[in-house]
């Protein structure tokens, strides 16, 4: 076992026995009325530690205007451009917003957000960070 592997094995334990429930959709529409639902239940009815986290596609969540500037070949060009600039630093090109996922995370984990507000809290200098790693972090 290395660090990594220890590392994982308690972010898995901290997440064993949590109920979790997945809705999917079609649509942002449908995932947005999803949201405005839970909304509407009274909080002394809800569970104490209920998350609720939208997830989505690069497609959807990337808010870094030079990678999607750069895809224009679809959702794969996209994909592939997103991981290659998180693996660079800003000043060869790539993206920081990865490094600030954790931040997002935190938001999405505390915060009832569909894609749009996702990506519009990505945006602002502080507090922000990347939607779409940010979703899939607090998702596990």
Request: proline share 1%; glycine share 8%.
């Given at each position: 076992?290395?660090?990594?592997?220890?590392?994982?094995?308690?972010?898995?334990?901290?997440?064993?026995?949590?109920?979790?429930v997945?809705?999917?959709?079609?649509?942002?529409?449908?995932?947005?009325?999803?949201?405005?639902?839970?909304?509407?239940?009274?909080?002394?009815?809800?569970?104490?530690?209920?998350?609720?986290?939208?997830?989505?596609?690069?497609?959807?969540?990337?808010?870094?205007?030079?990678?999607?500037?750069?895809?224009?070949?679809?959702?794969?060009?996209?994909?592939?451009?997103?991981?290659?600039?998180?693996?660079?630093?800003?000043?060869?090109?790539?993206?920081?917003?990865?490094?600030?996922?954790?931040?997002?995370?935190?938001?999405?984990?505390t915060?009832?957000?569909?894609?749009?507000?996702?990506?519009?809290?990505?945006?602002?200098?502080?507090?922000?960070?990347?939607?779409?790693?940010?979703?899939?972090?607090?998702?596990r």
């Amino acid at each position: 076992f290395d660090l990594e592997d220890d590392k994982f094995a308690a972010e898995e334990a901290a997440y064993e026995g949590k109920l979790q429930v997945l809705f999917c959709s079609r649509t942002h529409t449908q995932l947005t009325q999803v949201l405005h639902e839970i909304e509407r239940i009274r909080k002394d009815s809800m569970p104490e530690q209920l998350a609720v986290v939208t997830l989505g596609a690069r497609t959807n969540l990337c808010i870094n205007d030079s990678v999607r500037a750069r895809a224009k070949s679809g959702a794969m060009h996209l994909n592939d451009l997103c991981k290659k600039a998180t693996e660079k630093s800003k000043e060869v090109g790539g993206c920081a917003l990865k490094k600030t996922a954790q931040i997002m995370a935190d938001a999405c984990l505390t915060q009832l957000m569909d894609m749009e507000a996702m990506a519009r809290r990505g945006r602002v200098a502080v507090g922000g960070g990347c939607p779409y790693y940010g979703s899939r972090q607090a998702a596990r």
